[in-house]
Each structure stands twice: as C-alpha cells, then as structure tokens.
C-alpha cells in the first residue's frame, strides 16, 4: 500500500502560481511514477502531468505545457507541481497518484494504482 497527501492548493487569480506538494508513505520502493489529475465539477478527471520515480521522465497534458513543471524529490517521497500562468479554467480538485507498473509513461487514470484525497485550486478571473 502506498499513501498519498497533496497539500499546496488554494484560491489565486487568474496570472497567479501555486505549487503543490504530494507525500508518499508506505510502499514508495513499488512505484514507477507519480501523476498529477484533475476534475473539475460535472467534467470527467483528466491528466495534467507524471514523472518517472527513478529516471525522471516528464509527461504533460498540452493544456499545461509551458505553464506547470512536475518535479520530485526522491530522498522526502515528495513529488510538486508548481503552477504558473493560472487560468479559471485550471480551477478543478487536483489529485496525486502513484502508477507502479511501468515500464511505459502512463497518461490515464486507469493505469494508477493508488490516489490521494485530492486538494482544491480555484482560478479567480
């Protein structure tokens, strides 16, 4: 079992950045990456980001390259997703998960084994 906690989300506005934080406990060693999702009211949950837990690798939805960075910090079990350039439409509950399968990046939230409770974000305009 692997356990999840996002922390970091909030109201900003519009232009604004927020950086949130995921914390694995737990059976970390399994993982093979950790994603970032969101779901905003009455829409289904989408991808936003993942990143490799060993290598690194990074993967975005296109409707936040340039604008969000994953990263990770392997030595805390913490990966962040730092958020600049927000928009209303970011607005959504985000959620970490950890996927440990692999060998493939993975983009849909079927492929994640283990979810976090989620944190809000709201984009004010």
């Known amino acids: 079992q692997v356990q999840l906690v996002e922390s970091g989300g909030g109201l900003v506005q519009a232009g604004g950045s927020l950086r949130l934080s995921c914390a694995a406990s737990?059976?970390?060693?399994?993982?093979?990456?950790v994603g970032w999702f969101r779901q905003a009211p009455g829409k289904e949950r989408e991808f936003v980001a993942t990143?490799?837990?060993?290598?690194?690798?990074?993967y975005y939805a296109d409707s936040v390259k340039g604008r969000f960075t994953i990263s990770r910090d392997n030595a805390k079990n913490t990966v962040f997703l730092q958020m600049d350039s927000l928009k209303p439409e970011d607005t959504a509950v985000y959620y970490c998960?950890?996927?440990?399968?692999?060998?493939?990046?993975?983009?849909?939230?079927?492929?994640?084994?283990?979810w976090g409770q989620g944190t809000q974000v709201t984009v004010s305009s």
């Open positions: 998960a950890v996927e440990t399968q692999g060998p493939f990046v993975p983009t849909r939230a079927t492929q994640y084994d283990y």
């Open positions: 737990g059976r970390t060693f399994s993982t093979h990456a």
């Open positions: 990143i490799t837990w060993r290598g690194g690798t990074t």
